[in-house]
Nanobody
Framework: QLQLVESGGGLVQPGGSLRLSCAASGFTLNNYAIGWFRQAPGKEREGVSCISRSGGSTNYADSVKGRFTISRDNAKNTVYLQMNSLKPEDTAVYSC???????????????????WGQGTPVTVSS
């Protein structure tokens, strides 16, 4: 059974940092591109960042460029999202998703992704 489990969310003050993890079980993560998405209260889900199967290609939403970094450790079957300089507008539930359909690249539109985790909440507030 393919499963993605996110962790690392929580409450942080503006300007602070968090590292989210997306751990895969039931499948080999290096056969999948991975995306991170977020959904704030009352808003649609949006793509935040993604990484290709090998990690050689990444993409970021304009709103997080320069602050967030995506990485993967295929040996640990885990993808990370390092979030720095957090702002209140980063508050959302963050979810990771996987797709086997992208080779060598990754894209942010969520329709490409076939397997989803449950999400981990991130709150940025003083």
């Amino acid at each position: 059974q393919l499963q993605l489990v996110e962790s690392g969310g929580g409450l942080v003050q503006p300007g602070g940092s968090l590292r989210l993890s997306c751990a895969a079980s039931g499948f080999t993560l290096n056969n999948y591109a991975i995306g991170w998405f977020r959904q704030a209260p009352g808003k649609e889900r949006e793509g935040v960042s993604c990484i290709s199967r090998s990690g050689g290609s990444t993409n970021y939403a304009d709103s997080v460029k320069g602050r967030f970094t995506i990485s993967r450790d295929n040996a640990k079957n885990t993808v990370y999202l390092q979030m720095n300089s957090l702002k209140p507008e980063d508050t959302a539930v963050y979810s990771c998703a996987a797709t086997p359909n992208l080779i060598g690249i990754c894209v942010l539109p969520q329709k490409q992704y076939t397997n989803w985790g449950q999400g981990t909440p991130v709150t940025v507030s003083s």
